[in-house]
């Protein structure tokens, strides 16, 4: 059963911060970040707050998006994920542009002065971590303006396929599963965005996918093949040590991964959840969205 707290609950990232892991995730920003900024269709000018902003990529990709006139506050709790952060965007020439504060989602640090002022407030891997997301999503909502937008990307692990399937592979990825549960945690969070905004008080405006997947051949596949095993490994000794698998099938499993990689016709399927609200104005209606 999932372990809650009856005051604060707190969050238990899974993953760490690794230099190992940041590198995962680096690879893995620079393939999603285009397909996420799409859908997040910025039009310019927007002020945005972004929770959980990790490496600051997808941060620094919203701010060339809004341009000169908009603003990106990037707050992440990891003081080493914000250290990479800062030193990332000042290769870039881009640390100006962000706005970087550490912090929790929960009690984002944001002035009283920019309350129910943003935007957009963005979320993306960070409510599946969280043992409770709607605070999170009611803080987004305070802090955008009436008609603001709360954007939310997230996963929902049951939705993972790979053809033909590793020798294993189930009852590994069901105790990674297990394991998110273990911890307090929502492996199914994507699938709860939309009833997630609706009770943190935001209007639901829309849900979608984000295509997440490929297939020998491509020229991405083998970067989602290794995100996909660099997420599994490093959980393995808490799911051997909280008796939701063994070692002997866990390593069988992943090797099992290992060679369905080769395969010619390896094929990995996924989604990420898509859900977007508004925060209603005074009357309970939705104000058109500014343009920066």
């Known amino acids: 059963m999932p372990r809650r707290s009856s005051s604060r609950p707190e969050s238990h990232y899974l993953h760490g911060t690794a230099r190992s892991e940041q590198r995962r995730l680096a690879a893995l920003n620079d393939l999603m970040n285009a397909r996420s900024l799409a859908a997040l269709r910025l039009r310019g000018g927007e002020r945005i707050l972004e929770l959980g902003s990790g490496l600051g990529q997808f941060a620094r990709a919203m701010a060339r998006a809004a341009g000169p006139r908009g603003r990106?506050?990037?707050?992440?709790r990891s003081r080493a994920q914000l250290a990479v952060a800062r030193v990332l965007a000042a290769r870039t020439r881009e640390g100006s542009r962000i706005d970087w504060r550490q912090g929790?989602?929960?009690?984002?640090?944001?002035?009283?002065?920019?309350?129910?002022?943003f935007d957009v407030a963005h979320a993306r891997f960070l409510l599946e971590h969280l043992p409770d997301p709607l605070r999170v999503v009611r803080a987004m909502v305070r802090a955008v303006r009436p008609g603001g937008r709360i954007v939310l990307e997230d996963d929902d692990h049951d939705v993972l396929r790979l053809h033909p399937e590793p020798a294993g592979f189930d009852r590994l990825w069901r105790a990674y599963i297990a394991l998110f549960e273990h911890l307090g945690n929502d492996p199914y969070v994507g699938r709860r965005l939309v009833t997630l905004l609706r009770g943190a008080g935001a209007r639901p405006r829309g849900c979608t996918w984000i295509f997440f997947g490929s297939c020998a051949g491509a020229p991405d596949f083998q970067t989602l093949a290794r995100n996909l095993i660099?997420?599994?490994?490093?959980?393995?000794?808490?799911?051997?040590?909280?008796?939701?698998?063994?070692?002997?099938?866990?390593?069988?499993?992943?090797?099992?991964?290992?060679?369905?990689?080769?395969?010619?016709d390896a094929a990995l399927w996924y989604s990420i959840c898509w859900a977007e609200g508004s925060r209603p104005g005074r009357n309970g209606r939705t104000r058109p969205g500014r343009r920066g």
């Open 72 to 76: 990106v506050v990037a707050v992440e």
């Open 104 to 117: 929790d989602a929960i009690h984002p640090p944001i002035l009283p002065a920019e309350q129910g002022r």
């Open 230 to 264: 660099g997420v599994i490994r490093p959980a393995v000794p808490p799911m051997v040590k909280a008796g939701l698998i063994d070692a002997g099938p866990a390593a069988a499993a992943l090797r099992a991964v290992r060679a369905w990689t080769r395969r010619p």
